[in-house]
């Protein structure tokens, strides 16, 4: 096949002026070659198209590919996920992970635990905190954890998100407001184990990959797999690979996961955090449909090596679920062609 690769270059950006905290969900370099290369050792053909703008030129003057590696992030608004590939749908081309609607249900974290709740999944409590008045709405008892509603790569968080007195969360939650100009979230703080499970596959194909427990180290921020603890997780943070058959939490956040994912609707690969409460009951977190791919920094490619997976076996499966989708979109190209020649 001839696959094209949208992405967004964390340098490129930083280059035109915008700052790190803007561009910390954007991808290295070294992440879109290392994806690169294992696409074409899987014997396929590469072009690099690079962000919505790029895409944008590029469909334009007539470009076309069997089917788009899609890892872009997108830059404003929560539909930002959502843009590339709302583009791709509408000229019928396939893409690998989810869809528009999947893509800005789930950056909508008050939205996806709403969802999540009303399917009977186990999540914390949580309040939408739009304006210092919703605060009257939170019902439930400190510690608070408040984060951004629609980041990743734990932007926003901090030790300073756990709010342990009722009296400071009006503080702290004015300020991250103002900071990320969106509302934030109020769950009820999990203090517990930390899990992060790997998917692969989507809807009843869908599969668990594996789970690794998030150990924070004594150099860590404490407390939260802060976006600090991330970027430098080399040096603050030990992840454990973890089996269901060695505890039951295990088997729970694995089943709590697929669940997610299939009520969700994800497609090809991903992940789901997951935290345990004080009586170690383990909670849906968050979902990261579109998950990092950095061979070594980036969780889903972590668990794959604790399980000995080699890279590009991993790439070779989310190809191979996407594809699955191309016969679809050829139907529905040949469909245009006839309705346009009428």
């Given at each position: ?148 509603v629609a980041e990743g790569t734990g932007k926003g968080i901090s030790p300073a998100s756990i709010v342990r007195h009722k009296k400071e969360l009006a503080a702290v939650c004015r300020k991250m407001i103002s900071t990320y100009r969106q509302p934030v979230l109020v769950e009820r703080y999990l203090p517990g184990r930390e899990f992060t499970v790997g998917i692969i596959g989507s809807g009843a194909d ?137």
């Amino acid at each position: 096949m001839v696959i094209g690769l949208t992405y967004d270059l964390r340098s490129e950006y930083l280059a035109c002026g915008y700052s790190e905290d803007e561009t910390a969900e954007f991808d290295r370099a070294d992440t879109i070659d290392a994806i690169e290369d294992a696409l074409i050792r899987l014997g396929h053909e590469t072009r690099r198209i690079g962000n919505i703008r790029q895409l944008i030129g590029q469909l334009a003057a007539g470009d076309r590919w069997d089917l788009v590696f899609n890892i872009a992030e997108g830059l404003y608004g929560v539909g930002r996920e959502a843009q590339v590939p709302a583009i791709l749908d509408a000229y019928a081309i396939p893409y690998t992970f989810s869809d528009p609607l999947v893509m800005s249900l789930t950056l909508h974290k008050a939205l996806t635990k709403r969802v999540i709740r009303d399917a009977g999944i186990p999540t914390s409590d949580f309040t939408l905190v739009e304006e210092t008045a919703d605060l009257a709405a939170v019902d439930f008892p400190p510690p608070f954890f408040v984060k951004p509603v629609a980041e990743g790569t734990g932007k926003g968080i901090s030790p300073a998100s756990i709010v342990r007195h009722k009296k400071e969360l009006a503080a702290v939650c004015r300020k991250m407001i103002s900071t990320y100009r969106q509302p934030v979230l109020v769950e009820r703080y999990l203090p517990g184990r930390e899990f992060t499970v790997g998917i692969i596959g989507s809807g009843a194909d869908a599969v668990v990959l594996g789970t690794i427990e998030v150990h924070l180290l004594a150099s860590a921020e404490p407390g939260v797999y802060s976006y600090v603890n991330k970027e430098r997780c080399e040096e603050r943070v030990q992840y454990r690979l973890v089996r269901p058959e060695d505890a039951a939490p295990v088997q729970e956040a694995e089943d709590i996961s697929l669940c997610a994912w299939r009520v969700l609707g994800c497609r090809d690969a991903g992940r789901i955090d997951l935290r345990c409460d004080a009586q170690g009951r383990v909670q849906f977190m968050e979902v990261n449909p579109l998950a990092g791919l950095h061979p070594e920094h980036s969780d889903l490619p972590i668990i794959c090596n604790r399980l000995g997976i080699p890279y590009v076996e991993l790439i070779e499966r989310i190809v191979s679920s996407a594809a699955q989708r191309i016969q679809a979109a050829d139907q529905r190209a040949v469909g245009h062609y006839q309705c346009a020649s009428r």
